[in-house]
């Protein structure tokens, strides 16, 4: 009975919408349909193999700037599939560069943490959108428990602002629409 309902009531809302003169993305926006249709500026965390074995379907070979190639773990720790929100702050002394924070959801900060303890003796690369951005090397092992957790790398202006902005998206893009309510102000007091 609750589907009947809940079909009726969508029934009703959109023909509402459409006699209003709303565009087929208005009511998808409206209904909470609106599902990107694809993932940009896609950020994922993968552990390197110390000892390779060759293993195809576990290790993949990563080209890095300086030619050389390192084997990374194929699957990340984590991604931007668990990453709600991103915000960036301008780093101090260096114009032009940015520090991004990152609000994983629960499953994000569980895998945030289990990054961190793994990378405090080893480094993981950051790939953004399968090609390498950058390492990351932990000082601190989190607890699970902070809302925002800062990415230890500064990031130029572009690449930052074009993360900050698709990360939303990318986030229901990996959910099926999924929507987590989105902070709009970055909270100066909050647990990092």
Request: glycine share 6%.
């Amino acid at each position: 009975m609750k589907i009947f309902k809940r079909i009726v009531l969508f029934a009703i809302a959109a023909v509402t919408l459409l006699q209003t003169g709303c565009t087929l993305e208005e009511i998808e926006e409206f209904l909470g349909l609106d599902v990107p249709k694809e993932a940009l500026f896609v950020l994922s965390f993968h552990r390197d193999v110390v000892y390779p074995r060759g293993n195809l379907q576990a290790e993949q070979p990563l080209r890095m700037p300086d030619g050389r190639t390192r084997i990374i773990e194929r699957y990340p720790i984590a991604s931007s599939h668990n990453i709600v929100e991103i915000t960036a702050q301008p780093v101090p002394g260096k114009e032009g560069f940015y520090r991004l924070f990152l609000r994983p959801d629960q499953k994000g900060r569980m895998m945030w943490m289990q990054l961190t303890a793994q990378c405090q003796q080893e480094t993981a690369a950051i790939l953004l959108d399968g090609i390498y951005f950058g390492e990351f090397r932990t000082v601190t092992v989190t607890n699970g428990s902070e809302t925002w957790v800062e990415l230890p790398l500064d990031v130029d202006q572009v690449r930052a602002l074009n993360i900050v902005k698709y990360a939303n998206n990318n986030y229901r893009f990996f959910n099926g629409g999924s929507r987590e309510d989105k902070m709009l102000i970055f909270p100066e007091n909050a647990k990092r």
